[in-house]
């Protein structure tokens, strides 16, 4: 898990520096820069989805949305390669997308089976 969020958090800065300098990079840099960025937001999805029910609802959901339309966004960037109107944006939500990952694992909330056992010092009692 630390190696995902410090991939997370070293896309942040790659992907600003995409939006700033769009016709830089090549087909192949951006292709594999999406790719990489989208499949980042899978394991976000999935731990949405299995704690669906400990979540609050609201803003689960605005998450998710937000996390499936930059998935299936930068997914079809990938495959088409270069020339995608308004690209420099997209890479401003990749940034943003990958900022909201780094958020939600680091606040996620403890699994039931987690919270139910009892710690060191209450087995003590």
């Known amino acids: 898990m630390i190696s995902y969020l410090v991939l997370c958090s070293l896309l942040i800065p790659v992907n600003l520096w ?13 292709r ?3 790719g990489v960025s989208s499949l980042l937001l899978v ?31 930068n997914s079809w960037i990938t495959v088409m390669g270069m020339g995608v109107e308004f690209g420099w944006l997209d890479h401003v939500l990749l940034a943003v997308s990958e900022v909201s990952v ?7 909330p403890l699994p039931a089976e987690v919270e139910s056992q009892p710690t060191s010092l209450e087995r003590s009692l």
């Open 18 to 30: 995409a939006a700033i300098t769009p016709h830089l990079h090549s087909d192949f840099s951006m």
């Open 32 to 34: 594999l820069l999406h």
């Open 43 to 73: 394991p976000m999805l999935l731990s949405l989805w299995k704690n669906r029910r400990l979540l609050q609802r609201f803003p689960a959901l605005m998450l998710s949305v937000f996390a499936v339309v930059m998935l299936v966004t």
């Open 102 to 108: 780094l958020v939600f694992f680091l606040l996620e």
